[in-house]
Structure formats: structure tokens, C-alpha cells
């Protein structure tokens, strides 16, 4: 149960950083195409991994932090994008 508990939190931390960054990044002006997270968050993952096949477990775990970042970046800029666009 404590498990469960501490991912439930770490997902609401995860999903208000991946937020504020998106703000953060819209405010200076930058928009990255939603495909362009997408990409990034299986590539994060898997070019590290084939170019050091015995990584760290604490370097993996960065890297999957950012994987989970961009891939909740990619489905907040595909909600908006549909809500947007009204479909």
C-alpha cells in the first residue's frame, strides 16, 4: 500500500513539473512540436542504453525520470492540442 502511495506521488510531482516546464518554455517563447516529446522520450532511453549497455542503476534512473517527463510533456501538449482544435 505504501508503494502504491509513494508512485501516486511521485506521478503528481512528475506530471505538475512537466507543467511548469511547459509554461516556463512557453513563456521565453519556445513551442516544441508535440511529436518532437514523443521522439525524445523513447530516445532518452534507448540511445544511452545501446551506446553503454551497463549503465549505472542511478544514471538509468535519471534517464528514466526525463523519459517520464517528456512523455507526460507530449500527451499535456496533445490534450491542448486537441482542445484547441475542438475534434
Same mark, same amino acid.
Request: net charge positive.
Given at each position: +500500500? ?16 512537466? #507543467? ?12 516544441? #512540436?508535440?511529436?518532437?516529446? &514523443? ?14 549497455? #551497463?549503465? #549505472? ?10 523519459? &517520464? ?5 507530449? +500527451? ?12
Amino acid at each position: +500500500m505504501l508503494y502504491w502511495l509513494i508512485v501516486f506521488v511521485a506521478f503528481i510531482i512528475l506530471f505538475y513539473a512537466s #507543467n511548469r516546464l511547459l509554461a516556463w518554455l512557453k513563456g521565453k517563447g519556445i513551442k516544441i #512540436n508535440r511529436w518532437i516529446w &514523443a521522439a525524445a522520450s523513447f530516445l532518452v532511453i534507448i540511445i544511452p542504453k545501446s551506446i553503454f549497455p #551497463n549503465m #549505472n542503476n542511478i544514471v538509468l534512473g535519471i534517464l528514466y525520470v526525463f523519459c &517520464a517527463v517528456f512523455a507526460l510533456n507530449f +500527451m499535456i501538449e496533445q490534450h491542448d492540442w486537441f482542445v484547441k482544435s475542438k475534434i
